[in-house]
């Protein structure tokens, strides 16, 4: 098993060759907004690192969000680029489910990410859909958070491999946007 995992949704950048044993991590932590100019570079390194190419990979896995609306398309549009080329099967990563994973953020089985201006992206692993609740919310107490993907990546390597074993491919990478982008709430007056 080898897969390429990229994950642009957080100011941290991440490209990782995940294999059944090891993990090649490339992370740039607070790479802010240079993941278009950096990740390809990124990638280079991590498929260099892993001793492979881009042939020998098995599958792609990226990070969906939710998260930045443009690291967001910046992740999925590289990885539908990659598969252009060299076709393989896409594996989509909700972050909130990584996070909510993790032993890093505290195995909860509820995650929050901070969305800004006084909101958390949150996601209560009880049937109700990944929504937005506010700073001080009940719901978010105990969630596990994280500040950047370096700190959930355990719980995306952990869901990738879980996926990719069960066969569970996505047939294409879709965003998952929680709100509308400042741009468009800008456009629509709110």
Same mark, same amino acid.
């Given at each position: 098993?080898?897969?390429?995992?990229?994950?642009?949704?957080? &100011?941290?950048?991440?490209?990782?060759?995940?294999?059944?044993?090891?993990?090649?991590?490339?992370?740039?932590?607070?790479?802010?907004?240079?993941?278009?100019?950096?990740?390809?570079?990124?990638?280079? $390194?991590?498929?260099?690192?892993?001793?492979?190419?881009?042939?020998?990979?098995?599958?792609?896995?990226?990070?969906?969000? &939710?998260?930045?609306?443009?690291?967001?398309?910046? @992740?999925?549009?590289?990885?539908?680029?990659?598969?252009?080329?060299?076709?393989? &099967?896409?594996?989509?990563?909700?972050?909130?489910?990584?996070? +909510?994973?993790?032993?890093?953020?505290?195995?909860?089985?509820?995650?929050?990410?901070? +969305?800004?201006?006084?909101?958390?992206?949150?996601?209560?692993?009880? @049937?109700?859909?990944?929504?937005?609740?506010?700073?001080?919310?009940?719901?978010?107490?105990?969630?596990?958070?994280?500040?950047?993907?370096?700190?959930?990546?355990?719980?995306?390597?952990?869901?990738?491999?879980?996926?990719?074993?069960? @066969?569970?491919?996505?047939?294409?990478?879709? &965003?998952?946007?929680?709100?509308?982008? $400042? +741009?468009?709430?800008?456009?629509?007056?709110?």
């Amino acid at each position: 098993m080898n897969i390429l995992y990229i994950d642009t949704t957080t &100011p941290d950048l991440i490209a990782a060759v995940i294999r059944d044993g090891s993990v090649t991590d490339v992370t740039e932590r607070a790479a802010g907004v240079h993941h278009s100019e950096r990740l390809c570079g990124a990638v280079a $390194q991590a498929l260099k690192c892993a001793q492979i190419t881009f042939a020998d990979l098995d599958a792609y896995a990226c990070a969906i969000g &939710p998260g930045s609306f443009t690291g967001i398309r910046i @992740g999925i549009s590289t990885v539908k680029g990659y598969c252009a080329a060299v076709k393989r &099967p896409y594996i989509a990563v909700n972050c909130l489910q990584a996070i +909510a994973i993790s032993r890093r953020c505290g195995s909860t089985g509820k995650a929050v990410i901070d +969305a800004g201006n006084g909101y958390y992206f949150a996601d209560y692993n009880s @049937g109700i859909a990944p929504c937005l609740v506010q700073y001080g919310d009940d719901r978010a107490t105990g969630a596990g958070s994280a500040s950047g993907a370096a700190d959930y990546f355990d719980g995306a390597v952990e869901l990738v491999r879980a996926q990719f074993a069960a @066969g569970s491919f996505d047939t294409e990478l879709k &965003p998952m946007y929680i709100r509308r982008s $400042q +741009a468009e709430d800008n456009l629509h007056g709110n």
